[in-house]
């Protein structure tokens, strides 16, 4: 079983950054891809940022220049990098991770989630 642990987010004013981060934990074997995702009340859960294991990178338009995502493969870790902050970007902050946990043994795993919250 794979467990993912967030953490990093919080409250920021308008313009401001954060920093949040993802760790998998238990049986893994490779992880394919690991991704952002962001919820806010009432909206449907969207992508944010992902990253594939060669590194290749996928932002949604409203994140663009702003985010960065990166990983770090030894520790398998995946990070959200968030700058210029603004008020929409207030969510709740998932992290996702796709990989093979054997051989045999696929796993897509939902992080518990992490509150930001931008104030105008």
């Known amino acids: 079983q794979v467990q993912l642990v967030e953490s990093g987010g919080g409250l920021v004013q308008t313009g401001g950054s954060l920093r949040l981060s993802c760790v998998a934990s238990?049986?893994?074997?490779?992880?394919?891809?690991m991704g952002w995702y962001r919820q806010a009340p009432g909206n449907q859960r969207e992508l944010v940022a992902r990253?594939?294991?060669?590194?290749?990178?996928n932002y949604a338009d409203s994140v663009k220049g702003r985010f960065n995502i990166a990983r770090d493969n030894a520790k398998n870790t995946v990070y959200l990098q968030m700058n210029n902050l603004k008020p929409e970007d207030t969510a709740v902050y998932y992290c996702?991770?796709?990989?093979?946990?054997?051989?045999?043994?696929?796993?897509?795993?939902w992080g518990q989630g992490t509150q930001v919250t931008v104030s105008s």
């Open positions: 990253i594939i294991s060669g590194g290749t990178t």
């Open positions: 996702n991770a796709e990989g093979l946990a054997t051989l045999l043994r696929a796993f897509n795993t």
């Open positions: 238990g049986t893994i074997l490779s992880i394919g891809v």
